[in-house]
């Protein structure tokens, strides 16, 4: 049973850049959360998407998009990349619900804006 | 606002001492509390979770304790390894908004010595 799967693993960008990460949720799983994870820090909830529709978002501006396929993975789009991104982007797949919601997160994309 | 503490200064123990990290929050009424390790580069993983109207869990040589009266949460591991080394984030989850998102910690460093 593959688990969260996340691509690339590093990458580079120079500032203005945009860039898409990509992220396939664990099987079973219908829910897809993004979160940003500076060094030193715990990860900051981004955004979630069940049912191909952003669900909730945390405070980041609209910079930060994404998208949710029927297959349930899903993309994060950054625009007019800032030194400040740079960080570790983690996708988190999860079962909506009233449930409590665990999250089985994959092992990141590290990205460094120069 | 919304915050959650957990002690920033890395904690060291001994090889089969017990660990106790804290985790303290305010101005949250959280469903649920959870528990993840992270290792360094890697992705978080979801260790223990526990209901707000639960006191206790275990699981093996881990335990949680849940306060919502002091609003805080410990986490105990017994029998400390030094393969138990990692940082250690709480997370809290509540029942608001239509999603499942975590709001995150900024974890402690756990360091077990032989």
């Known amino acids: 049973d593959a688990g969260v799967t996340q691509s690339p693993t590093h990458l580079i960008k120079t500032r203005g850049q945009q860039v898409t990460l990509r992220c396939s949720p664990k099987s079973g799983h219908d829910t897809v959360s993004w979160y940003q994870q500076a060094l030193g820090q715990g990860p900051q909830f981004i955004f979630q998407?069940?049912?191909?529709?952003?669900?909730q978002r945390g405070n980041f501006p609209d910079r930060f998009s994404g998208h949710q396929f029927p297959n349930y993975s899903s993309e994060l789009n950054v625009n007019a990349l800032l030194l400040g991104d740079s960080a570790l982007y983690l996708c988190?797949?999860?079962?909506?619900?009233?449930?409590?919601?665990?999250?089985?997160f994959g092992p990141g994309t590290r990205l460094t804006v120069t | 606002s919304q915050k959650i503490e957990q002690n920033s200064e890395a904690l060291n123990i001994q090889e089969g001492k017990t660990a106790t990290l804290t985790c303290n929050y305010t101005?949250?009424?959280?469903?649920?509390l959870q528990w993840y390790r992270q290792d360094p580069g890697r992705g978080p993983v979801f260790l223990l979770l526990?209901?707000?109207?639960?006191k206790e869990k275990r699981k093996e040589r881990l335990k949680v304790t849940f306060d919502t009266t002091l609003k805080q949460s410990l986490f105990h591991i017994t029998a400390s390894q030094p393969a138990d080394s990692a940082t250690y984030l709480c997370?809290?989850?509540?029942?608001?908004?239509?999603?499942?998102?975590?709001?995150f910690g900024t974890g402690t460093q756990l360091k077990v010595e032989l």
């Open positions: 526990i209901r707000e109207n639960e």
């Open positions: 998407y069940y049912e191909e529709e952003e669900r």
């Open positions: 997370a809290l989850r509540a029942l608001t908004g239509g999603g499942n998102k975590l709001t």
């Open positions: 101005n949250y009424s959280p469903a649920y």
């Open positions: 988190a797949s999860s079962l909506l619900g009233e449930g409590p919601g665990e999250q089985y």
